[in-house]
């Protein structure tokens, strides 16, 4: 029998398996997510057997927006403008096929600035500009608060890395927050940066602190798991001590690594340079790393993988050397870990 096969088989009985777990056992479970990725396509139930299958009781969909400049104050969404899986009507398709298979959802919308400039640097130039981001970001969030609430998501997050707005323009979210909740009854977060996150001010207005993971733990080229444990208890007391200031759990919004050699230096980095070496390995030791150190932590609400692509049989493989798990040695890392 094939792969693709016995993995769709083990899906059925993963989702068989889950609708019937008592709800007391799923108010304790873990988020175990993926962060599905945007595709020109609608999803369908093809396309979220893998999902199950790998374990993921949660996946994250992303609808994009795009600003032209980090300083421009408005953005743009819509199915006109937008890949057919990534607008409005593709994101409600897609969390009702994740539901429909026993997965919840988190709707996460996020700014794509032209030229790939990281979100961190959006800062208008005026006042007025500053007003108009503000009246155009919230009517784009609220778009999907309020198909999060028609379809039942059980999460929304609500910005991503945008380090200079949560600085300088703090209550442009504390009011956001406030229109959220007037529309949404689901929970609510925000995902900010890994070296940034402790210094946003309305936690206490979410249900999660979240943090897309990306911690540096090791300089070394090929470090053991146990050195890796070593660069984790660096930041073990921050959580702990950030979830108890706010009462609120911590999230990893985002979280993953690449299968290159030192990975876990930079876990950030995303782009293709010359001399990069695959190593599915390094992947590995740094995520069983990473589940042994964080993810039975009391404090910790659990995460989303970064990143899943829908299209599984042809996704990631041993030639792949970018975030996906997908066809490596890491996807069994993820799956012992998701259906434990």
Same mark, same amino acid.
Request: proline content about 3%.
């Given at each position: 029998?094939?792969a693709v096969q016995l993995?769709n088989?083990?899906?059925?009985?993963?989702?068989?398996?889950s609708?019937?777990?008592s709800?007391?056992?799923?108010?304790? /479970?873990?988020?175990?997510?993926l962060s599905?990725?945007?595709?020109?396509?609608?999803?369908d &139930?093809?396309?979220?057997?893998?999902v199950?299958?790998?374990g993921?009781n949660?996946?994250?969909?992303?609808?994009?927006?795009f600003?032209?400049?980090?300083?421009?104050?408005?953005?743009y969404?819509?199915?006109n403008? #937008?890949?057919?899986?990534?607008?409005p009507?593709?994101?409600?398709?897609?969390v009702?096929?994740?539901?429909?298979?026993?997965?919840?959802?988190?709707?996460?919308?996020?700014?794509?600035?032209?030229?790939?400039?990281?979100?961190?640097?959006i800062?208008?130039?005026?006042?007025?500009?500053? &007003?108009?981001?503000e @009246?155009?970001? /919230?009517? $784009?969030?609220l778009? %999907?608060a309020?198909?999060?609430e028609?379809?039942?998501?059980?999460?929304?997050?609500?910005?991503?890395?945008?380090?200079?707005v949560?600085?300088?323009r703090?209550?442009?979210?504390t009011?956001?927050?406030? #229109?959220?909740?007037?529309? $949404?009854?689901?929970?609510?977060?925000y995902?900010?940066?890994?070296?940034?996150?402790?210094?946003? #001010? %309305?936690?206490?207005a979410? =249900?999660?602190i979240?943090?897309d993971?990306?911690?540096?733990?090791?300089?070394?080229?090929?470090p053991s798991?146990?050195?890796l444990d070593?660069?984790?208890?660096?930041?073990?007391?921050?959580?702990?001590?950030?979830?108890?200031a706010?009462?609120k759990?911590?999230?990893?919004?985002e $979280?993953g690594y690449? &299968?290159i050699?030192k990975c876990?230096?930079?876990?950030?980095?995303?782009?293709?340079l010359?001399g #990069?070496?695959?190593?599915?390995?390094?992947?590995?030791?740094?995520?069983? &790393?990473?589940?042994?150190?964080v993810w039975?932590?009391?404090?910790f609400?659990g995460?989303f993988?970064? @990143?899943?692509?829908p299209? =599984?049989?042809?996704?990631?493989?041993?030639?792949?050397?970018?975030?996906?798990?997908q066809?490596?040695?890491?996807?069994?890392?993820?799956?012992?870990?998701y259906? @434990?």
């Open positions: 029998m094939k993995k088989l083990l899906g059925v009985f993963l989702l068989v398996l609708n019937n777990l709800a007391q056992d799923s108010i304790k /479970a873990k988020i175990n997510g599905m990725v945007s595709q020109r396509f609608i999803l &139930s093809v396309h979220v057997l893998p199950v299958e790998v993921a949660y996946a994250a969909v992303i609808p994009y927006c600003m032209p400049k980090k300083d421009s104050s408005v953005v969404f819509g199915d403008n #937008q890949w057919q899986g990534e607008g009507s593709g994101t409600r398709i897609a009702r096929e994740l539901h429909s298979q026993g997965v919840k959802t988190m709707i996460k919308p996020q700014i794509w600035v032209g030229h790939g400039i990281f979100t961190g640097e800062e208008m130039k005026s006042e007025v500009d500053w &007003s108009n981001f @009246k155009n970001y /919230a009517a $784009y969030i778009a %999907f309020k198909i999060a028609e379809e039942g998501s059980a999460m929304l997050c609500i910005g991503t890395e945008m380090m200079l949560v600085k300088n703090p209550e442009i979210f009011r956001l927050i406030k #229109q959220v909740r007037e529309v $949404y009854e689901g929970e609510v977060t995902a900010e940066n890994w070296d940034c996150f402790e210094k946003v #001010q %309305f936690w206490d979410l =249900d999660y979240g943090v993971a990306y911690f540096p733990i090791s300089t070394s080229r090929n798991v146990k050195k070593k660069g984790w208890a660096n930041y073990l007391p921050m959580f702990d001590s950030l979830s108890t706010f009462g759990k911590i999230l990893f919004t $979280y690449r &299968s050699k876990v230096a930079t876990p950030w980095k995303y782009d293709r010359k #990069q070496k695959i190593d599915e390995r390094c992947q590995v030791k740094a995520l069983t &790393s990473l589940y042994k150190n039975d932590k009391d404090y609400a995460g993988l970064w @990143k899943w692509h299209k =599984d049989e042809i996704a990631g493989g041993e030639n792949n050397s970018m975030f996906t798990v066809n490596k040695l890491a996807e069994e890392t993820v799956r012992m870990q259906i @434990k």
